[in-house]
């Protein structure tokens, strides 16, 4: 009767430990995802803002990213482009720091188009000469490393085409 109750003992025991691994990883998955959730919706309403700036300011051109884009501004106007694009690097850099924390399924694919969408503007001459004048510094130095980079490729691509 007691090796019968020790036997049971240890089956609960081993039963008990994998429930609690089980449970311990579907609430890693939850936490994950919830995190992935809030990281869209973050980077979403981010981008939305920055959306409702380009239809406020369409004579800045703020919202094409075509590399031959260059709109001609006067002082106030120029001011305004560079705070605007202030506000696209900061939301470069919160993407840049929320995905780089994720799992590498859901960057993929999110942190591709951002990615993508960063070396867009970074082929826009007047985007290039604000990095240089204003923005490519006072962001943290991982990321400006990072979008340093982007720069100095779109760069080199570009002298390519001209020579």
Not at 30 to 55: F, N, P, S, V, W
Not at 91 to 106: G, I, L, N, P, V
Not at 135 to 149: D, P, S, V
Request: aromatic residues 14%; hydrophobic residues 35%; contains cysteine.
């Amino acid at each position: 009767m007691r090796t019968i109750l020790e036997l049971l003992a240890r089956i609960a025991t081993i039963l008990g430990v994998i429930i609690a691994i089980l449970v311990f990883h579907y609430e890693r998955r939850k936490q994950r995802a919830e995190r992935e959730k809030a990281t869209h919706i973050t980077l979403a309403t981010q981008y939305l803002d920055y959306l409702k700036l380009c239809l406020d300011y369409v004579e800045l051109q703020v919202y094409d990213y075509n590399p031959n884009t260059e709109a001609q501004l006067n002082t106030e106007q120029e001011t305004k482009q560079l705070i605007i694009f202030d506000m696209l690097v900061q939301m470069f850099e919160s993407a840049f720091f929320e995905y780089k924390t994720q799992s590498s399924k859901f960057k993929e694919g999110r942190w591709t188009e951002w990615s993508k969408y960063m070396r867009d503007w970074c082929r826009r001459k007047d985007f290039q000469k604000a990095w240089e004048k204003h923005l490519g510094y006072g962001y943290e130095t991982e990321f400006m490393t990072h979008l340093n980079q982007i720069m100095d490729e779109v760069k080199r691509e570009q002298k390519e085409k001209e020579t």
